[in-house]
């Protein structure tokens, strides 16, 4: 079962977004901004972080802190997404981008490339570091 982080950084909630997730036997976990993200990276081991948010540069700043932290597959959801958007955010290492307009099941698709072509986060258990 994956493990999936979900940071919603949205005004509307997405409740679907879980239930989408689910339903392809995903273990899904809310937060509601990154400081809470990084205290759930820090007690639990996840395969992915979905972010919820409702602009290019507060994901931008977003992603980029993350990426401090973890290089688990990204992948961020807009309430819409243009080109601009596209390349700011892949440049900050996000692994996908979806609109929250587009059909539900192309969150799905988009999710799962990117935790298929995501390298194996190192994980530490007692004092060993070995890849998943």
């Known amino acids: 079962m994956r493990e999936l982080l979900l940071i919603e950084n949205v005004l509307s909630p997405c409740g679907w977004i ?8 995903c273990k899904v976990t809310r937060v509601l901004h ?27 700043t977003d992603v980029k802190r993350l990426r401090q ?15 601009d958007d596209e390349s700011h955010l892949y440049y900050v290492g996000v ?17 799962k490339t990117a935790y298929d072509n995501a390298i194996p986060e190192p994980v530490v258990r007692q004092g060993l570091a070995r890849h998943t």
């Open 34 to 60: 990154v400081k809470q993200a990084e205290r759930a990276l820090s007690q639990t081991r996840f395969d992915m972080i979905l972010l919820a948010g409702e602009g290019t540069l507060p994901c931008v």
């Open 69 to 83: 932290s973890t290089s688990l597959p990204v992948v961020v959801m807009l309430p819409q997404t243009n080109s």
């Open 95 to 111: 692994d996908g981008l979806v609109s929250a307009s587009m059909p539900r099941n192309e969150l799905w698709e988009v999710a």
């Open 18 to 25: 879980k239930s989408v997730l689910a339903e392809h036997g």
